[in-house]
């Protein structure tokens, strides 16, 4: 199927169900949406015309961190198909139709979606910067062991799409990355009750890491900072936050309204929070003399967060309908 867009978006792909100005649809009735190399060639394909891919799921359907993460990075969008029209997963906020899913709903209609996260297991949500010295004798992946450990787990597989098939090696994983710098590098990584994406790329003098990832249980803020420290250790910090919410216990996200996480640690370069003295943080230097980066441990329930998820570009689902 051929999309045609107005501005001259021509996108030819087996998952594409219609077109509109500047973006296309593709319609699936799976139970959960992993970022397959289908799902991942619609959205390159779309992202290198020029436009942007909405999918649309009915309200059982889940996404994976993976396929989350694909979406976030090339701007998409999902869209619930429910009896009473289109909504923006993750809100109440209905469309008129789905010309609206990139242009804002012109009469805003809101329900009250189920809020995800009311019940279900603790999750651990980890999600760091990192900046590896370009060494001959670097070993990537060492983020999302040390990282995964702090819950017990392990990562088993690695890929370039999900299922993440290959079983799991540092070498191999930082062979491949190897042989296709100087493009950037996006891995998908599986293990029990974990799953995590990995993105590189190279910058100024130094390999790029980002590493996001979501593990059952409920990490204690002394774990997660030892954890961290440890990995400061080995290669340097840039950002970091560790929260916990409460979900589904295959790691996948549901259309419903997202539970706020509740912080645990967060590292950040700039200033120290506005209330240090305050008895839910606690508050040091992190990393080298005079690097500027700070870590904050909230130790109680209820601590804000906001500053440290908009450094790291978290975003809710309601944010995206806006």
């Not at 594409?16 to 500047?22: E, M, P, Q």
């Not at 950037?184 to 590189?200: E, F, H, I, K, R």
């Not at 130094?206 to 080995?234: I, K």
Request: with cysteine; proline share 5%.
């Amino acid at each position: 199927m051929t999309a045609d867009a107005g501005d001259g978006l021509r996108v030819r792909h087996p998952l594409v169900s219609l077109s509109g100005d500047g973006f296309v649809v593709a319609e699936t009735d799976a139970r959960v949406l992993h970022a397959s190399s289908m799902r991942l060639g619609l959205m390159r394909a779309v992202g290198e015309a020029g436009g942007r891919a909405a999918w649309v799921t009915p309200a059982g359907s889940s996404l994976t961190l993976g396929m989350l993460r694909a979406l976030r990075g090339t701007g998409g969008r999902w869209i619930v198909r429910e009896a009473q029209g289109f909504r923006f997963a993750g809100t109440g906020v209905l469309l008129d139709s789905l010309g609206d899913a990139f242009t804002g709903p012109k009469a805003a209609t809101v329900t009250a979606p189920a809020v995800e996260g009311s019940s279900g297991v603790a999750r651990t949500l980890l999600s760091v910067r990192i900046r590896h010295e370009p060494t001959a004798s670097l070993l990537l992946g060492g983020a999302v062991e040390l990282l995964a450990g702090v819950l017990g787990r392990a990562p088993t597989g690695w890929g370039v799409a999900e299922p993440a098939m290959a079983s799991w090696s540092r070498r191999r994983v930082t062979e491949f990355v190897r042989s296709g710098m100087p493009a950037p590098a996006q891995l998908y990584v599986a293990g029990d009750s974990l799953s995590a994406t990995m993105a590189l790329r190279r910058g100024s003098g130094a390999l790029l890491e980002e590493t996001h990832m979501l593990l059952e249980g409920d990490v204690l803020p002394r774990d997660a900072e030892l954890a961290l420290r440890e990995l400061g250790r080995e290669a340097t910090v840039t950002d970091a936050l560790v929260s916990v919410d409460r979900g589904r216990q295959d790691l996948t996200v549901g259309s419903g309204a997202l539970c706020v996480p509740r912080p645990v640690v967060s590292v950040t370069f700039g200033q120290v929070p506005d209330h240090p003295a305050s008895p839910a943080v606690k508050v040091s230097r992190f990393g080298a003399s005079g690097s500027g980066r700070v870590l904050t441990r909230f130790a109680e329930p209820g601590a804000e967060s906001g500053s440290a998820a908009a450094r790291l570009g978290w975003r809710s689902w309601a944010e995206d309908a806006g």
